[in-house]
């Protein structure tokens, strides 16, 4: 049956595979960390650098593909992350579903080089971020 977990080959004999692997460390890009401030958008621009990864032509101009990879510290609060949004602040509405320009603690996003990253989190929350170049 596609999209099942056994496509991932696990190997159930190890616990905690991820579905994912990290890059070589020859395709990292860079690693960025910071400590989100309660109720605060805090943005980071996600490298653009020429002839790193796989170029990508548009009209808006040439960018590259980066692999963006997040870690979140222990505990709460939950982190939302929003890309190339005015703010990745949740839409509040209680028990209905809202559509919403972020989402809550991703794990990777394949983005291009000259996007913008929004976090935005209730409490105070350190966050690390890995970009690798997307051959």
């Known amino acids: 049956m596609a999209g ?4 991932y080959g696990l190997n159930t004999n190890l616990s905690g595979v991820n ?3 990290r890059r ?7 690693i960025f960390n910071t400590l989100i401030v309660a109720t605060t958008d805090t943005e980071l621009v996600v490298p653009n650098i020429p002839g790193v990864g796989r170029a990508i032509h548009s009209q ?3 960018k590259n593909e980066v692999l963006a990879i997040f870690s979140y510290g222990g505990g709460t609060p ?3 992350v ?3 949004v ?11 579903f809202t559509a919403g320009s972020s989402a809550v603690n991703p794990s990777s996003y394949l983005l291009n080089g000259g996007d913008t990253l929004h976090f935005y989190a209730l409490g ?4 690390s971020i890995e970009f690798y170049s997307a051959n």
Not at 24 to 30: H, R
């Open 19 to 21: 579905g994912f692997g």
């Open 124 to 127: 105070t929350r350190y966050i």
């Open 78 to 80: 939950t982190v939302f």
């Open 60 to 62: 808006a101009g040439d």
């Open 24 to 30: 070589p460390a020859k395709d990292l890009i860079g």
């Open 82 to 84: 929003g890309v190339n």
């Open 4 to 7: 099942t977990l056994s496509n």
């Open 86 to 96: 005015a703010s990745a602040a949740p839409a509040n509405a209680l028990g209905v």
